[in-house]
């Protein structure tokens, strides 16, 4: 059977134009020359032109797990590029440049939920959209979960300020993703994950520090 593990290809970029930037990411043109390797071990090659999303600063996204009640915590909230409230996972960007992936993810936690964790590990990395944007996301478990005290909870705002929170079970939340509900990308994969983990009997999974080699610099 063949290996199904990545590997980087090949690419000669011949030059690239900023389109567009702000504190998140660029919008860029490349212009390069795709390397595809035949079954021959020779290569063809095309010089095409390519506009995505570079330089994103990546995101993290959390599913937070009530062991004793099988249950998630997810948050409703307006999305304008798609005009719709969605139900999603905690989460927000890596946009902390001092921040580690894990401390943005407890950050996030608690200001959208009031929640803590006690118990962290990666559940799954995603390429958001990999045909147009370079945007990373790492989605953690968090477990042992508790309130926050009243006064270390913050005031939300923008978007957030309308966020609306809820524990859901594990199988309705599932069912929901398989019939259309829950459609947005980090909030499917992490249930899916969470779904065939717990299925699975609890392989160990990474550690929350673990490498995460798609991650920008930024």
Not at 18 to 25: G, K, P
């Amino acid at each position: 059977m063949a290996s199904v593990s990545e590997s980087p290809a090949g690419a000669v970029v011949f030059s690239r134009k900023e389109r567009f930037h702000n504190s998140f990411f660029r919008l860029v043109t490349d212009e390069l020359r795709l390397e595809t390797p035949t079954s021959s071990a020779s290569s063809n090659s095309s010089t095409v032109r390519r506009d995505y999303i570079a330089d994103h600063v990546g995101a993290v996204g959390v599913v937070a797990y009530n062991e004793s009640a099988d249950a998630v915590m997810l948050v409703q909230q307006y999305r304008h590029p798609v005009q719709r409230e969605l139900w999603e996972l905690p989460a927000g960007l890596l946009d902390v440049a001092t921040e580690s992936a894990l401390d943005c993810a407890r950050r996030e936690l608690a200001e959208e939920t009031d929640l803590t964790a006690a118990r962290w590990d990666v559940l799954v990395d995603l390429l958001v959209s990999p045909g147009s944007s370079d945007e990373a996301i790492r989605i953690f478990l968090a477990r042992e979960i508790t309130a926050l005290p009243e006064h270390q909870r913050q005031q939300r705002i923008d978007e957030e300020a309308a966020m609306l929170s809820m524990w859901v079970s594990l199988p309705t939340a599932i069912a929901r993703v398989m019939v259309g509900e829950i459609e947005n990308a980090a909030c499917v994969a992490g249930l899916l994950a969470l779904h065939s983990t717990k299925n699975a009997q609890w392989p160990p999974l990474r550690p929350a520090e673990a490498n995460w080699g798609a991650r920008p610099h930024r």
